[in-house]
């Protein structure tokens, strides 16, 4: 978030609530690097990933973990922030965006449904799955319902946004 920044050697603990059992089906993705399989989550405070995701976009920095952040998780135990990603993605709308994600020790990347929020964008969900809609373009990014738990899927543009010539 632009001007947004942390406070110096706080450790703020943020909330991961997700209780999804080790073994999901979006290990599946994980050997194919093109594909990143991310549930959408209403109880995480922030967008995260394992570091092994995404493979071809580097770790960088960030001011959550300068800033000492950990994470909870639903059982309790505590994860430090190691950086953040900014991955480029493309849905199977078409379009291209920008996700940064925050790396700690999860074993599955979570979207933040706050953050989706925060972003200016509504989040509706449905017994089929559901749909993230722009609150200014109204471009919608469907995603599905799979064992009671809300997944998306998007391809990774490792070439960022460049025009392909």
């Known amino acids: 978030v632009p001007g947004k920044r942390w406070p110096k050697k706080a450790k703020a603990q943020v909330e991961l609530n997700s209780l999804e059992p080790k073994g999901s089906c979006q290990l599946k993705h994980v050997a194919n690097s093109q594909y990143l399989e991310v549930t959408v989550d209403s109880g995480a405070a922030e967008n995260v990933m394992p570091k092994h995701m995404a493979p071809r976009t580097p770790v960088q920095p960030s001011e959550e973990q300068a800033a000492g952040v950990v994470y909870s998780a639903a059982n309790g135990s505590l994860m430090p922030n190691r950086g953040k990603k900014s991955v ?57 319902r799979e064992n009671n738990v809300y997944r998306l899927t998007v391809r990774l543009n490792d070439a960022g946004f460049q025009r392909q010539g």
């Open 88 to 144: 480029h993605i493309v849905t199977k709308e078409g379009q291209a965006r920008k996700r940064n994600m925050q790396i700690t020790d999860v074993n599955r990347a979570l979207m933040s449904v706050a953050k989706v929020g925060d972003a200016g964008h509504t989040v509706l969900f449905t017994k089929q799955g559901g749909v993230i809609r722009n609150t200014k373009s109204g471009e919608e990014t469907a995603f599905r």
